[in-house]
């Protein structure tokens, strides 16, 4: 497939987790439009890998796996987050018994 | 000796600086000493120059001090020019100058020592900024001297400040002396631009090739500088305001100094006045003008000092006629005995004011022929040399300009005997009001009445024997060759005075003779009706009616000027303030900062503490990025 | 059409409105649905690209484990369906903000040069555990063993954050 057109489809899995993060007040599912953000990257790596090895595929065996190994990466640090994200959610839903993000105005101060 | 003259100057500035600022540590005596100290020793060294300069065949020399202004070609230097017409000037100035110093020394005794010494500072600067102005080589130095002693005048006027209507008075003078400065410097600078210099010797040289019209021009906006500085019309109103000063003041500054700066300033240009035949008429009949108004005014002031004031105006605008009729000797010699009688009848006024304690109303005075005997008899002589009746120095003087306005045009001299006469009205009828007849003050008064001690009576007696024998340089012609003499004054200032020789003219003896005989006649009988009439006075308390009224009011001059000029100015004042000045530019002042508080008010709603909105400009900003770069720099 | 081709662009449209339909749903639960369905696609279409392992581990990592703590997350708060009232003006400028970064990325990138290169799919070795592991353990270990740490703080930190203050 030309490379365009996954190209296009992460830009659009990308923004509708942009719209998803400004236009919801859940924090929850604030962080799953994050992980959203993060897989149409991870598509968008693992197409480029393929378009790379597909390239140089005459001088090097495994042109293009770094691709696919930062994909790898990225799941790690994710699930890192989402573990140490949650857990914040929790707290904070302790303290006032709401996730709503208009609650977190601290800045303000 | 000459090479030194910027000490005449320097001796009174170092007696302002001495006393201005060490008032408060000095003593009276003191400060009295070090402020008259200084212009005695002015006056020696005036008179050591004075007889270089007498000598035959002296020419005019410019004492080059510092170079002051200079750009292109036009270089205004501070130097100074002596020659027989600012020598004059210098004697008369420094010496009757001391004369007023010593007699302030008594008339100022019951001010505390600070105020006396800002007193006697005052008085030190405006000496030096008045030797400034007749000493300067060129038009620029003069003006210096010039605005000097306008600010001068203001400080002493004003030396009472607490009263509010002294310091009106003080304003009044500064800003019409600030008008006719405004037509001086204009003069300054067409000359300039006419001539490229403002020296005089280099101004007169090259005047006879300018064109006429330049030259009316200049002349006419000099005239203007000293309509306002020697109180001609139109500008004359603030010198009897002026008398708010202490009488000292009056008699130097507005008597025998700086209103006669004018005439000083007219008599130096007489090279462009001659070459200017419009201006030359144009200074006669102001001249002439003024010296009728003010002396009918002078019939009807019931205060001492305002009748000498107005008398002032009405003897500097015969000044001004002799100036403008070709007779530049005749106006400085009149400078020089005014400055002797007026002198003296204002320090004869100061005695008497003080010895009745601050009374200045001469309708409640009366009698005070024997109890103040040196007062009386020096204020009579001063009477009669102003009046004119000869062997007194005002009737040479004045008979000269007279002689001279005849041969000019017969009109003028009868017009200007008229003035004569009236004068010799008023001041008779002063002399009779304040010193014959009977005592007619409280009793209070009249327990303290007592002659003036001697710091006092010396000027006055000093001022008399002037008054007297001053006469006598300035014989006219008519008596030089029955004695022998001759002249001196016209001999002494020819070289100074060369556009004289074209314009003024002369008339045959015979008529000279009746003229004399006329005046002196009228003048005389004039004298002695008005002594009779007023010998006699009774207060009462009437107030003249019609034309007498009139003249009472000053004529309603002051409120003519205030209808026309004043009034629409401060419109024009209210007009800026509240409309421009608070719709305007307030608004907009104001508007700015108001704008600015409304901005941030808005601005800070941005920060909200919400993340998400935090979130949402990150997400726009970097719409607008990608939109820059990729699209917008291609 | 190919079948790569059919399989390419419907495993697209799920995802695109599994995507969607996260961003829209009311409920929570019903979120997470969904976006387990995107994920299923994104795997779909790794294995289109014969990236096996990827596909794989995105499975098990993301839709299994860390959505499965999402939906302990959101039962655990007990939230009701309806969320508090948001402003709408802030919600229009999201959308608006978020197309037109879709628009502006699109026309960004539709004339690049690498455009109509292909992405090679079906075949290709390096998607293959053994290649993966070969050069993640030969060149790329010293990361391998930093994640771990990684890992460990992370649940360090979970822990230390969750704990009932005492």
């Known amino acids: ?109 | 000796m000459i090479k030194l003259v910027y000490l005449i100057p320097l001796f009174p500035f170092i007696g302002f600086l001495l006393n201005g600022l060490g008032r408060r540590a000095m003593s009276k005596s003191l400060i009295g000493i070090v402020g008259s100290g200084m212009v005695l020793a002015s006056f020696v060294v005036s008179l050591l120059i004075f007889s270089e300069v007498r000598q035959e065949g002296f020419q005019p020399q410019t004492i080059h001090l510092f170079p002051f202004i200079q750009f292109d070609s036009i270089s205004i230097p501070f130097a100074l020019q002596v020659d027989q017409l600012s020598a004059l000037f210098l004697l008369i100035i420094t010496g009757v100058g001391f004369l007023i110093h010593l007699y302030s020394t008594a008339y100022m005794h019951e001010e505390d020592a600070s105020n006396y010494g800002r007193y006697f500072s005052y008085l030190n600067l405006f000496v030096f900024f008045m030797l400034l102005l007749v000493l300067g080589a060129n038009y620029v130095i003069m003006f210096i001297g010039w605005e000097g002693v306008g600010l001068c005048s203001y400080l002493l006027i004003g030396y009472w400040f607490t009263n509010d209507a002294y310091n009106n008075a003080a304003k009044k003078a500064f800003i019409m002396n600030r008008i006719g400065d405004l037509g001086f410097l204009i003069a300054v600078f067409w000359m300039i631009l006419q001539f490229g210099s403002a020296t005089f010797t280099e101004v007169f040289a090259e005047a006879p090739e300018a064109s006429t019209a330049a030259l009316t021009g200049i002349t006419l906006l000099l005239f203007a500088g000293a309509t306002g500085k020697s109180a001609q019309i139109p500008l004359y109103t603030w010198l009897p305001d002026a008398m708010a000063g202490p009488t000292p003041v009056s008699a130097l500054i507005h008597a025998a100094t700086m209103v006669t700066a004018g005439v000083y300033m007219i008599a130096r240009s007489n090279v462009l006045y001659s070459l200017a035949p419009i201006s030359q008429y144009v200074v006669a009949i102001a001249g002439l003008a003024t010296a009728i108004l003010a002396a009918t005014i002078a019939l009807k002031q019931n205060d001492i000092k305002k009748v000498l004031a107005y008398s002032t105006v009405s003897q500097l605008g015969y000044m001004f006629l002799g100036l403008g009729v070709g007779a530049y000797v005749g106006a400085v010699f009149h400078v020089m005995t005014h400055a002797f009688f007026k002198a003296l009848l204002f320090l004869g006024a100061g005695s008497v004011i003080h010895a009745m304690h601050h009374e200045q109303d001469i309708r409640k005075m009366g009698g005070l022929k024997k109890r103040l005997p040196i007062t009386h008899i020096t204020f009579l002589l001063a009477c009669l040399a102003i009046a004119g009746i000869p062997p007194f120095s005002g009737f040479f003087s004045k008979d000269e300009i007279l002689i001279a306005a005849y041969a000019h045009n017969p009109v003028l001299y009868w017009i200007g005997l008229g003035g004569a006469l009236l004068t010799a009205f008023y001041m008779f009828r002063l002399y009779a009001m304040t010193f014959l007849g009977s005592f007619r003050g409280t009793a209070e008064q009249e327990h303290h009445v007592h002659e003036s001690p001697a710091a006092m009576t010396i000027p006055l007696v000093i001022l008399a024997v002037l008054s007297v024998v001053g006469g006598f340089v300035g014989l006219p012609d008519i008596f030089n060759e029955k004695l022998g003499t001759h002249h001196y004054l016209d001999h002494f200032l020819s070289p100074v005075m060369q556009g004289a020789d074209g314009t003024a003219h002369t008339v045959d003896h015979s008529t000279e003779y009746i003229l004399l005989a006329v005046s002196v006649l009228a003048i005389g009988i004039t004298c002695i009706v008005a002594a009779n009439m007023y010998r006699r006075y009774r207060y009462s308390e009437t107030a003249p009616a019609g034309i007498g009224r009139a003249m009472e009011n000053k004529w309603y001059v002051d409120e003519l000027y205030d209808a026309i000029i004043v009034r629409p100015l401060k419109w024009l004042a209210w007009f800026f303030n509240s409309v421009i000045e608070k719709l305007g530019i307030d608004a907009l002042v104001n508007g700015v900062g108001r704008a600015v508080q409304y901005s941030g008010r808005q601005l800070r709603l941005l920060q909200s503490g919400q993340v998400g909105t935090y979130v949402l400009l990150m997400v726009v900003s970097l719409v607008i990025f990608f939109i820059i770069e990729f699209f917008i720099r291609k | 059409m190919t079948v790569t081709e059919i399989l390419f662009w419907f495993l697209s449209a799920l995802a695109v409105v599994s995507a969607i339909n996260v961003v829209i749903s009311k409920n929570p639960v019903f979120s997470v649905l969904w976006l387990i369905l995107t994920f299923f696609s994104i795997s779909g279409h790794y294995i289109l690209l014969n990236a096996q392992f990827l596909a794989v581990v995105n499975i098990i990592v993301y839709a299994g484990a860390i959505m499965v703590l999402f939906l302990f997350v959101i039962m655990l708060m007990n939230l009701n369906n309806a969320e508090t009232k948001k402003n709408k003006w802030l919600k229009v400028a999201g959308v608006i903000a978020g197309g037109c970064m879709l628009l502006v990325m699109i026309a960004a990138l539709k004339d690049a040069d690498t455009a109509q290169q292909l992405a090679q799919t079906k075949e290709g070795n390096i998607g293959l555990i053994s290649y993966l592991g070969k050069a993640l353990f030969n060149e790329y270990v010293v990361p391998f063993e930093i994640s771990s740490v990684l890992f460990l703080s992370a649940m360090v930190g979970a822990v230390v954050i969750g704990k009932k203050g005492d």
Not at chain 1, 53 to 64: R, Y
């Open chain 1, 1 to 109: 497939m030309p490379i365009n057109y996954y190209i296009f489809l992460s830009i659009a899995l990308f923004c509708i987790g942009v719209v998803g993060v400004l236009t919801r007040r859940n924090a929850i599912i604030i962080f799953m439009c994050i992980e959203l953000m993060l897989n149409a990257v991870n598509l968008m790596l693992v197409a480029f890998s393929k378009m790379h090895h597909v390239n140089q595929a005459a001088t090097n065996a495994t042109a293009g796996i770094d691709g696919q190994l930062f994909v790898f990466f990225i799941m790690v640090v994710a699930a890192a987050e989402v573990s140490v994200g949650l857990a914040i959610i929790v707290m904070m839903y302790r303290n006032v018994h709401s996730v709503d993000v208009n609650f977190l105005n601290r800045l303000k101060h």
